[in-house]
């Protein structure tokens, strides 16, 4: 009887002296998405399972296309733990950022995703794999992923006017009974924040009014 009650008062003391440690699913602006508090005999031990959990859910919510910007990291309401220690913030290069973007037929962005990597290859690998997961996922006939390249980085060694976008459109003719007789397409190229989409459907528009005959008529393809 003694023994029996040894043993369970050595194991409510175990309880009563287990550490907690509680992992998130940050994105880069600082928002949490999801945390994880796990328990353990240990807080390196509780740290190692939060962290797990966390890039297991991380993993999964990429897959589906969320989180793509997002990390896991270790939160701490007290000054860090070893092995866990807080970064010291200091001088160093910022990471790379690179954007890809869903564009539908007529070459407009439907949604853009962004990631960082240690290198160019590394981020815009990443940015396109967000965008062909969600390409994926839905029924997106005539869409496609348009890499953009580097944005907002100061390790970007290219100025800012080399980073163009290219958009096209296309324009139909019309005899006068409204009865559809040619398509003329054409393509723009400009800078980021230009309206390079206008330009290519005025493109098109004179192409197609310089063939008019009579009364017909253009009109951009919708």
Partial sequence: MK??????LLTISGLTSASECTSVIKDRSGYQFESFTRSSYSQQAACDQAIYDCNGALSYGQSVGRYYDAHCEIQFDQPAPSPYPRPRPGPGPSPLVCQTDLVDYYG?????FTAPGSSEWDACNTSDNFCKTELARNNSYGYRCVNRGLIGNRNDPRPPSRRTKTEQC???????SGMYIQSYNASATGPMDSDV???????????????LRGRQTCNIAR
């Fill in 170 to 176: 296309s324009a139909n003719r019309y005899d006068p």
């Fill in 197 to 211: 989409l206008g330009v290519a459907c005025r493109n098109a528009m004179n192409m197609c009014s310089s063939e």
């Fill in 108 to 112: 407009s962005t439907v949604r853009s």
């Fill in 3 to 8: 023994l029996l009650l040894a043993c369970i």
